[in-house]
């Protein structure tokens, strides 16, 4: 049996490894075929398909997992994009209005870490991101390597976590637009790894039949981090919205040391065959 993995993250944004080091390594771990999605960007993309080539060793799924606003939910809800048109105009200026307010957003937190003492520059922040999207993650890597603080950890306790004196929040889609954006830019829009958003049944239900409402057409059912009982449920959701089952290791690199390209934790197999009815709601989205 073949395996994927439809959710893997690059130095594009959060990731410690590059796109064509994921492809190698997903060559290597034999898997038919990855997505990657990185947040809120697709740089990642290219370069991978430049490297593989002529080659026909892994299909490469183009993809993105932006992060989206809730109004009833403290979490951020992710929202995966899969077999999406990177070339699509609409797509690309939705993109860029994220840069932009990134962008925004990051002058805003080193003039606040610069009134606590901390004097970063943002050529500090970039050093530490391999070009990719500037997170909180890099500046809390430039925070240590000035000597500011002695780990990540202490970065986000003390200054640029949320509700830190240095935290700034940024913008993010609300999850229709999210959706939309994806639709119109032929992809599938799946909801990513539900369970992390500690909501009970009720809540959940309530929250995909909202999704859908807006044009959701999948759900993250195989995941890192679950467990039987919710590989179950979440099965039974699909069934009762009519939504496909996508599944990915949300692979970081050293970012997130235990979840292993394809295999999650270890035992974590997404076969193939999940694949399909995804890639026929592409090709129909496309039409």
């Known amino acids: 049996m073949s395996y994927?993995?439809?959710?893997?993250?690059?130095?594009?944004?959060?990731?410690?490894?590059?796109?064509?080091?994921?492809?190698?390594?997903?060559?290597?771990?034999?898997?038919?075929?990855?997505?990657?999605?990185?947040h809120d960007t697709i740089d990642g993309i290219e370069p991978a398909r430049n490297h593989l080539g002529d080659s026909n060793a892994i299909e490469i799924i183009s993809g993105i997992e932006f992060s989206t606003s809730?109004?009833?939910?403290?979490?951020?809800?992710?929202?995966?994009?899969?077999?999406?048109?990177?070339?699509?105009?609409?797509?690309?200026?939705?993109?860029?209005?994220?840069v932009d307010s990134r962008n925004i957003r990051n002058e805003k937190m080193l003039e606040k870490l610069k009134e606590l003492?901390?004097?970063?520059?943002?050529?500090?922040?970039?050093?530490?991101?391999?070009?990719?999207?500037?997170?909180?993650a890099h500046f809390s890597k430039a925070m240590v390597e000035k000597g500011y603080v002695i780990n990540n950890n202490e970065a986000f306790t003390k200054y640029?976590?949320?509700?830190?004196?240095?935290?700034?929040?940024?913008?993010?889609?609300?999850?229709?637009?999210?959706i939309k954006t994806i639709r119109n830019a032929g992809g599938v829009a799946v909801l990513a790894h539900p369970t992390l958003y500690h909501l009970n049944l009720r809540e959940l239900d309530a929250l995909i039949a909202e999704l859908c409402e807006y044009g959701l057409q999948g759900i993250e059912g195989l995941y890192s981090l679950y467990n039987r009982s919710e590989i179950s449920y979440l099965a039974d959701f699909a069934a009762q919205y009519n939504l496909v089952i996508a599944g990915g290791?949300?692979?970081?690199?050293?970012?997130?040391?235990?979840?292993?390209?394809?295999?999650?934790?270890?035992?974590?197999?997404?076969?193939y065959e999940l694949l399909e009815p995804i890639k026929a709601l592409a090709i129909q989205n496309k039409k």
């Open 4 to 38: 994927i993995d439809l959710h893997t993250h690059t130095t594009a944004s959060d990731g410690t490894i590059s796109p064509e080091e994921l492809i190698e390594y997903a060559i290597k771990k034999n898997l038919a075929a990855i997505a990657i999605t990185d």
């Open 70 to 98: 809730s109004l009833y939910l403290k979490n951020d809800i992710h929202i995966l994009g899969l077999y999406i048109d990177e070339k699509n105009s609409d797509f690309i200026h939705s993109l860029k209005s994220i």
């Open 117 to 136: 003492g901390i004097k970063l520059s943002i050529e500090d922040v970039i050093k530490t991101s391999s070009g990719g999207i500037i997170t909180r």
């Open 249 to 271: 290791s949300d692979f970081h690199g050293a970012n997130k040391s235990n979840i292993d390209l394809g295999t999650g934790r270890g035992t974590l197999k997404i076969p």
């Open 160 to 178: 640029i976590g949320n509700g830190c004196p240095a935290f700034v929040p940024r913008y993010k889609l609300p999850p229709d637009k999210a």
